[in-house]
């Protein structure tokens, strides 16, 4: 069954400095997400994007988080300058079409924030 | 921003019985409902949907049970299996909007 992958499965960095995750949704898929779930904490929405845009943002999407599709598998969420506040764990989703289609999720980064 | 509430934090059922989990939600904008299963280091797995046009969506030994009055759904596993234990999040969204509210989450634990 298809699947979306993640990488790295954990990530540490020190506090200011940029991170990369990165995505492999599912190959025919056409939305993507990110979702972050701090410790002990929901599931959280950050942004979806569909047709090389950004179609929707969380206020915790701020400056600081960008988000690109740069080939044709590959979907990223950069953190620019990393805050402790950071430290989650970050899943990416996707899903196939428009309308009501359940997102399919990746296992998810553990961003540890030193 | 409680919009999705799951109020039991845990659940033991015993193998083969009925497992019941809630969820409430406040927001009548809601028209698309799901059930998601999480193991321990892995993403939060698929299980089922319901339209808000339906009350009611089986899947196997899944239903999902909508009650739009209460804006209360349930997700019912029957009979439940030692592989079910995990954790069930209930997530909802609107028409014009595709992110999701999850709720907290319940941990079932199924006894064998």
């Known amino acids: 069954e298809p699947e979306v992958t993640q990488t790295p499965s954990h990530q540490v960095t020190q506090m200011g400095q940029e991170v990369i995750l990165r995505c492999v949704p599912i190959?025919?898929?056409?939305?993507f997400y990110w979702y972050r779930q701090i410790l002990g904490q929901k599931v959280e929405f950050l942004v979806s994007?569909?047709?090389?845009?950004?179609?929707?943002k969380s206020e915790i999407f701020d400056d600081q988080f960008s988000v690109e599709r740069p080939d044709g598998s590959n979907f990223t969420l950069k953190i620019r300058s990393t805050k402790l506040e950071d430290s989650a764990m970050y899943f990416c989703?996707?899903?196939?079409?428009?309308?009501?289609?359940?997102?399919?999720f990746g296992d998810g980064t553990r961003l540890s924030i030193l | 921003d409680q919009q999705v509430k799951q109020n039991s934090p845990s659940l033991s059922v015993q193998e083969g019985r009925i497992s019941i989990l809630n969820c409430d939600y406040t927001?009548?904008?809601?028209?698309?409902f799901l059930w998601y299963k999480k193991y321990p280091a892995e993403g939060p797995t698929f299980l089922i949907s319901i339209s808000s046009i339906k009350d009611k969506n089986e899947d196997g030994r899944f239903t999902v049970f909508l009650n739009k009055s209460a804006k209360h759904l349930s997700l019912h596993i029957v009979p439940s299996q030692p592989g079910d234990s995990a954790v069930y999040f209930c997530a909802a969204s609107r028409s014009g909007t595709y992110k999701y509210i999850f709720g907290t989450g319940t941990r079932l634990k199924v006894l064998a």
């Open positions: 994007f569909y047709n090389n845009e950004i179609s929707e």
């Open positions: 989703a996707s899903a196939g079409t428009g309308g009501h289609q359940p997102q399919h």
């Open positions: 190959s025919n898929h056409l939305y």
């Open positions: 927001n009548s904008m809601f028209d698309y």
